[in-house]
T-cell receptor, first 116, second 114 residues
Framework: AQSVTQLGSHVSVSEGALVLLRCNYSSSVPPYLFWYVQYPNQGLQLLLKYTSAATLVKGINGFEAEFKKSETSFHLTKPSAHMSDAAEYFCAVSDRGGGSQGNLIFGKGTKLSVKP | EPEVTQTPSHQVTQMGQEVILRCVPISNHLYFYWYRQILGQKVEFLVSFYNNEISEKSEIFDDQFSVERPDGSNFTLKIRSTKLEDSAMYFC????????????FGEGSRLTVL
């Protein structure tokens, strides 16, 4: 069965600093992996996804994530944090893996705070 | 930009009461979902719906839960007799297809059961 672990429920960075949000997955089949973001009082929005093409995936708002099979990781990064990045970030894996999306299995989320 | 809308944004109910959470998915989407997030816990899959029937449901989605698409636009989640542990944020989502991985989520409906 697929699962996702997000290390750190809360990450705080200074504006302009590197953002690194960690996600490790467990999957018995080649996974589809996703990062969603939830801004305050809004729904979940897809940031980026990995679907077995390029291992470095670029998303919206300058975020990117690298799929590392050997480490079973899909960490989310952004070189320079902006105040508007403050939100909760969810890593998710498809419960099918491989060719069809199936249903999403989410991590517990990481709340990102950005200090001026 | 088209979006998924949910009502109500917050509902408080007494244990044992019936609750209906409403969702209007994006108009050309074909697949519909309900997820929930109990405070401090993971977002969990409840049910998916396609072609006017449930395509998959989780263990959480027991006989107290039902979904319906009563007309061409609404997608509802009914909890027949609410329990304290049903208190959560319920998210509706829709997608145009299942292989892209992109679900479009609503803002959520917070249910508080007293």
């Amino acid at each position: 069965a697929q699962s996702v672990t997000q290390l750190g429920s809360h990450v705080s960075v200074s504006e302009g600093a590197l953002v690194l949000l960690r996600c490790n997955y467990s999957s018995s089949v080649p996974p589809y992996l996703f990062w969603y973001v939830q801004y305050p009082n809004q729904g979940l929005q897809l940031l980026l996804k990995y679907t077995s093409a390029a291992t470095l995936v670029k998303g919206i708002n300058g975020f990117e994530a690298e799929f590392k099979k050997s480490e079973t990781s899909f960490h989310l990064t952004k070189p320079s944090a902006h105040m508007s990045d403050a939100a909760e970030y969810f890593c998710a894996v498809s419960d099918r893996g491989g060719g069809s999306q199936g249903n999403l299995i989410f991590g517990k989320g990481t709340k990102l705070s950005v200090k001026p | 930009e088209p979006e998924v809308t949910q009502t109500p944004s917050h509902q408080v109910t007494q244990m044992g009461q019936e609750v209906i959470l409403r969702c209007v998915p994006i108009s050309n989407h074909l697949y519909f979902y309900w997820y929930r997030q109990i405070l401090g816990q993971k977002v969990e899959f409840l049910v998916s719906f396609y072609n006017n029937e449930i395509s998959e449901k989780s263990e959480i989605f027991d006989d107290q839960f039902s979904v319906e698409r009563p007309d061409g636009s609404n997608f509802t989640l009914k909890i027949r007799s609410t329990k304290l542990e049903d208190s959560a944020m319920y998210f509706c989502a829709s997608s145009i297809r299942t292989d892209t991985g992109e679900l479009f989520f609503g803002e959520g409906s917070r249910l508080t059961v007293l």
